[in-house]
């Protein structure tokens, strides 16, 4: 059974910076596109960013473009999420998730994603 545990969330003030990461076990995901979605309340969720298996490649949606960056470290089976420029409208769940697809297809499809964590909460005050 694959288990993803996110960690790194926490309260920052406007412009702070977090690093979220999220460790897998029970199998390698080595060939896995990786991905941060997020969910504020009230809202549905959102794609963040993604990154394919080998890390050569990585989308973000608009919103976080320039002041996230995804990344991975196959060896740990481990992805991150750095996140800097914080503002009060990235407070949120975020959440980690596999894709099986190796290449990144279809990055920004929550249904495309296999497995998921419990979500860590992020949260950036004014």
């Known amino acids: 059974q694959v288990q993803l545990v996110e960690s790194g969330g926490g309260l920052v003030q406007a412009g702070g910076s977090l690093r979220l990461s999220c460790a897998a076990s029970?199998?390698?995901?080595?060939?896995?596109?990786m991905g941060w979605f997020r969910q504020a309340p009230g809202k549905e969720r959102e794609f963040v960013a993604a990154i394919n298996w080998s890390g050569g490649i990585t989308y973000y949606a608009d919103s976080v473009k320039g002041r996230f960056t995804i990344s991975r470290y196959n060896a740990k089976n481990t992805v991150y999420l750095q996140m800097n420029g914080l503002k009060p409208e990235d407070t949120a769940v975020y959440y980690c998730?596999?894709?099986?697809?190796?290449?990144?297809?279809?990055?920004?499809?929550?249904?495309?994603?296999?497995?998921w964590g419990q979500g860590t909460q992020v949260t950036v005050s004014s």
């Open positions: 998730a596999a894709n099986p697809s190796p290449t990144a297809t279809y990055y920004n499809d929550y249904g495309r994603y296999t497995y």
């Open positions: 029970g199998r390698a995901l080595s060939s896995y596109t």
